[in-house]
C-alpha cells in the first residue's frame, strides 16, 4: 500500500519514459501519491515529444530503454532544457551504467525493483532542488568524505552539520575581528577550534584554508591573513550552501553511490 503522507508543498508534473507497463503504473502510483500529477511515454522518441509538448518539472526514464539507451535520453533533455531533473531508474547491479547516466546530467536514480521509502526521498530531493542552488562540485567531494568517515550514518553527520551552521559563521566573524585588531592569541585560539569544526565536517579543502589562516595568525603575519580570511568565508558559503540543501531536501541517492564507489581526500592536522 502505497503512504500519502509527506506530500510536498507545490506539486509537480513528472513525465515516466518507461516501456513497461507494470512499471509505469507503479511510478505513476508512487509519484501520485506524493501529489505529483503525471505524464508518460513508453519511447524515448515519444518521450521526447511528449517533453516539448508537455514542459514538465521534471523526468523519470527507464535507463534501459528500446531504440536507445536512458543515457541518451538524459543528454536530449538536458541539450533541451539544462536545468530540468532527470531521475534514473537502474538496478542494481548496473554500477557503471547508473554512473554513466549520471556523469551525461541525471540528477539522481531509483533502483528497480522499486521501493516506497526510497523513491519517496528521491522524489523529495528533486522536488527541493527545483527551487534550492546549484551545489558546489568541490564541496560535495568533500562533505562525501566526511559522510563516508561516518560510515553512512546520515543522522551523525546531519548532527554534526547542524553544529556546523551554528558555530562557524560566529568563528569565522570572530576570527576576522581579531585579525583586525592584531590579536595574535585570540585569533590562533578561534582559528584553531574553527579547524577542529572542519576536520569534523572533513572538507579538505576549506581545512586547508583554515590551517593557513590559523598559522599566519601565529606568525603575527596580519595583513597576509585578511585575505585568506576572505577565502575561508567564501568557502564556508559554499559549505553552508550545500549542508542546508542536505539536511532540507535529504541526501540523494547518486551522492550515497559516490560515497561508496569513490575515496576522496582525507582530512589530517
Known amino acids: 500500500m502505497i503512504s500519502t503522507t509527506g506530500m510536498p508543498a507545490q506539486a509537480r508534473t513528472v513525465l515516466v519514459v518507461a516501456d513497461q507497463a507494470e512499471t509505469q503504473t507503479r511510478i ?69 551504467s547508473t554512473m554513466e547516466g549520471l556523469r551525461a546530467g541525471a540528477f539522481d536514480y ?61 568563528e569565522i566573524a570572530a576570527v576576522r575581528a581579531l585579525l583586525e585588531r592584531q590579536d595574535r592569541a585570540g585569533s590562533i585560539e578561534i582559528a584553531h577550534r574553527l579547524k577542529e569544526s572542519v576536520m569534523e565536517l572533513c572538507a579538505p579543502r576549506l581545512f586547508v584554508s583554515v590551517k593557513r589562516l590559523e598559522q599566519l595568525g601565529r606568525l603575527g603575519k596580519f595583513a597576509e591573513a ?18 542546508r540543501e542536505l539536511i532540507a531536501g535529504g541526501f540523494p541517492t547518486w551522492w550515497l553511490l559516490l560515497v561508496r564507489l569513490y575515496r576522496h581526500v582525507p582530512c589530517s592536522s
Request: aromatic content about 4%; proline content about 5%.
Open 28 to 96: 505513476l502510483g508512487h509519484a501520485r501519491a506524493q501529489g505529483h500529477s503525471v505524464i508518460s511515454a513508453s519511447t524515448p522518441a515519444l518521450g521526447l515529444a511528449t517533453f516539448d509538448k508537455a514542459q514538465p518539472d521534471f523526468v523519470i526514464t527507464d535507463l534501459f530503454l528500446p531504440e536507445q539507451d536512458g543515457v541518451m535520453l538524459v543528454k536530449q533533455i538536458r541539450d533541451r532544457r539544462p536545468t530540468c531533473p532527470v531521475v534514473l531508474l537502474t538496478d542494481a547491479d548496473r554500477v557503471e
Open 110 to 170: 531509483v533502483e528497480q525493483p522499486i521501493q516506497e521509502d526510497a523513491f519517496a526521498q528521491v522524489l523529495k530531493g528533486v522536488t527541493y532542488s527545483l527551487s534550492a542552488s546549484v551545489m558546489s562540485e568541490t564541496v560535495v567531494l568533500d562533505i562525501s568524505e566526511a559522510l563516508k568517515n561516518a560510515e553512512g550514518d546520515q543522522e551523525l553527520f546531519l548532527a554534526s552539520a547542524r553544529r556546523f551552521l551554528q558555530e562557524s559563521p560566529k
Open 226 to 243: 585578511l585575505p585568506v580570511c576572505v577565502d575561508v568565508e567564501t568557502r564556508l558559503a559554499e559549505a553552508h550552501t550545500v549542508l
